[in-house]
């Protein structure tokens, strides 16, 4: 079995992890792809705690803590205490973090255009199952 597609996935990810910062880099946006993880997770589910944070977005609970100190700081979420546990805080949209939301997305829809450029529905209906199934089995 040819094991190069390991490579291949993990070096596309990369591929576009790095021009999507450059494009928020070139636009003149202060955070990095994974701080736009996290936010735009909160702008699709609304309200989490960091433990759901960590789960939703792929990340262990130091990188999604720092990830969070960082917007703190940028005034892109608010953190909340939260009610059934004193452990846990509640991570919100700020309205500047809505007002970057609304700012980015026409971006990462163009900048997903451009790297789809040339696939079919059914090509992407492969990779989504692909992928969706590699995690499955690595879960």
């Known amino acids: ?3 190069n597609y390991g490579y291949i996935l993990e070096s596309t990810a990369k591929k576009i992890k ?3 910062q450059r494009k928020f880099n070139e636009i003149g946006v202060d955070i990095t792809v994974d ?6 997770e909160l702008h699709t589910h609304g309200t989490q705690n960091q433990v759901a944070l960590c ?4 990340k262990d ?3 999604i803590t720092r990830i969070i100190d960082l917007l703190l700081k940028k005034e892109l979420v608010n953190r909340d205490g939260c009610t059934e546990d004193r452990r846990r805080f509640n991570i919100s949209l700020s309205k500047k973090g809505k007002q970057l939301i609304q700012k980015l997305l026409p971006v990462i829809i163009e900048f997903r ?3 789809w450029h040339g696939l079919t529905e059914k090509d992407i209906a492969h990779i989504e199952r692909i992928t ?3 995690q499955e089995n690595l879960s």
Do not use: D, R, Y
């Not at 701080?35 to 735009?40: A, G, N, S, Y």
């Open 1 to 3: 079995m040819n094991f």
């Open 35 to 40: 701080q736009w993880v996290v936010l735009f």
């Open 61 to 63: 609970a130091p990188t």
């Open 132 to 134: 969706n199934k590699i």
């Open 18 to 20: 790095l021009e999507l």
């Open 55 to 58: 789960e939703h977005c792929s």
């Open 113 to 115: 255009i451009k790297g």
